[in-house]
């Protein structure tokens, strides 16, 4: 699988001006809101910024199989197993929404300034909701590839499974911004990581009749 991993990373590195495009997307949408919202508070923060992150990086992170014509799925069936060949797209997705997700951080944190001294919590809860998010958006556009129609379908399959890590992970992220000790932030944490990996575990469960022509 590392090597499948490496081979994907350096397929996005070839198409690096796409990451570029995402990280021009997410320095503009930040830019928009502090000109909307000077002096933005922690309350709004959360929310804020996993809409500026999703929708700057969705197209980053659901090319993962719409961009595939249908002969590759034949192709790279020859070579590695459905669950490897998803597996390490998975890992490369994580890697990517990593990737964006510290760069919206900083981005923020120096247009907008910094909101609280807890960022390290407020990271903790977003590597996880990112986990999810990069999980959802991959094994969705796994299955919109198979379809005449996948730009269209993928949105249908997406959000309504992404409502709830969201809306754990701005939770999670509310009370990282407000200071309150870790241990508040374990159940939310922990129901991130259930969510999580059972996403993973059906997406890989599922892989093996999608895969089938």
Do not use: C
Request: proline letters at 4%; hydrophobic letters at 60%; a positive charge.
């Amino acid at each position: 699988m590392l090597q499948t991993v490496k081979f994907f990373l350096s397929e996005e590195w070839k198409g690096k001006y796409a990451i570029a495009g995402a990280l021009l997307n997410i320095f503009t949408a930040v830019l928009i809101t502090f000109l909307s919202m000077p002096g933005m508070d922690r309350m709004h923060f959360a929310p804020i910024f996993w809409i500026v992150v999703i929708f700057t990086t969705l197209q980053g992170i659901a090319k993962a199989f719409i961009g595939m014509r249908k002969g590759s799925f034949v192709f790279w069936h020859q070579l590695v197993s459905p669950t490897v060949f998803l597996g390490a797209r998975l890992i490369t997705s994580f890697l990517l929404m990593l990737g964006f997700t510290l760069f919206a951080y900083m981005t923020f944190v120096v247009i907008h300034g910094s909101v609280t001294d807890e960022s390290l919590q407020f990271l903790t809860v977003s590597l996880f909701t990112g986990a999810g998010i990069s999980a959802i958006f991959t094994i969705s556009s796994s299955i919109a590839a198979k379809t005449d129609n996948p730009g269209v379908l993928l949105p249908v399959l997406t959000f309504p499974v992404i409502i709830p890590v969201l809306l754990i992970g701005i939770k999670g992220g509310k009370k990282a911004l407000s200071g309150l000790d870790f241990s508040h932030l374990l159940p939310d944490l922990a129901l991130l990581l259930v969510l999580d990996l059972l996403i993973v575990f059906l997406g890989l469960v599922l892989v093996k009749f999608i895969w089938k022509e």
